[in-house]
């Protein structure tokens, strides 16, 4: 099989409850803005939010790539004025930092009461640029993952796990293999 789960529904249920625990007892007699970085947060910011209690609000950005360097712009702006709120940006992966390194200058200019960062994953070993990383779920090496907001090729995302895969030229050979896998009879093969 060229793919792996890595980290099993229940165990990220696990680590997810506990890190919205520690979030919500660090933020307690304030109302923290959960800003999501669109697409691979949702699902960990939504099962964030859930343990977090009520007073949260919540709003996504999306991004844009440029070139191979990793340049990023804003495609999507949030809509909520994060002037004098305490922001918690949720990211799905730290990977070389860049994007991080990006958004968290941006937010800034925008004066926040406090600024922090939650990622669910963080690949240590490859970063370049060095980003403050307040809460974090799992610490990973260098395996391309997916599932659980990760995509390969804009597919996957709603994978319930977290999957590696081992051998890129094999899986796409058969990417929908793995949905039958995760998914059973559901995953069969269906035009996109
Ligand atoms: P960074 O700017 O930190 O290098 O990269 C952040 C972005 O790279 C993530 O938001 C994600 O889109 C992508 N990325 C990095 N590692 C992985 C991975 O293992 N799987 C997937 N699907 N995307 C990744």
């Not at 696990?14 to 625990?21: I, P, Q, T």
């Not at 520690?22 to 307690?28: K, L, R, T, V």
């Not at 994060?82 to 991080?100: P, Q, S, W, Y």
């Not at 597919?155 to 094999?170: K, S, V």
Request: charged share 25%.
């Amino acid at each position: 099989m060229s793919v792996t789960e890595v980290v099993d529904p229940a165990t990220l249920a696990g680590r997810v409850a506990d890190l919205a625990a520690q979030i919500a007892a660090d933020y307690q007699g304030r109302q923290p803005v959960l800003l999501g970085v669109l697409k691979g947060a949702v699902p960990f910011l939504a099962d964030l939010s859930r343990g977090m209690g009520p007073r949260v609000d919540i709003d996504f950005l999306g991004l844009t790539r440029f070139g191979t360097e990793g340049r990023v712009g804003i495609a999507m702006d949030s809509a909520t004025s994060i002037a004098g709120r305490h922001v918690l940006l949720v990211e799905d992966i730290v990977d070389t930092g860049l994007t991080l390194s990006y958004l968290l200058g941006l937010l800034q200019t925008r004066e926040p009461a406090s600024l922090a960062t939650a990622t669910l994953l963080d690949k240590r070993t490859r970063r370049i640029v060095d980003v403050p990383l307040e809460y974090r779920g799992f610490e990973i090496g260098d395996e391309f993952l997916i599932g659980y907001g990760l995509d390969w090729d804009g597919r996957f995302r709603n994978l319930p796990g977290l999957w590696a895969i081992l051998d890129l030229a094999e899986f796409q050979d058969d990417p929908s293999g793995l949905a039958h896998v995760v998914f059973g009879e559901r995953g069969d093969r269906v035009a996109p």
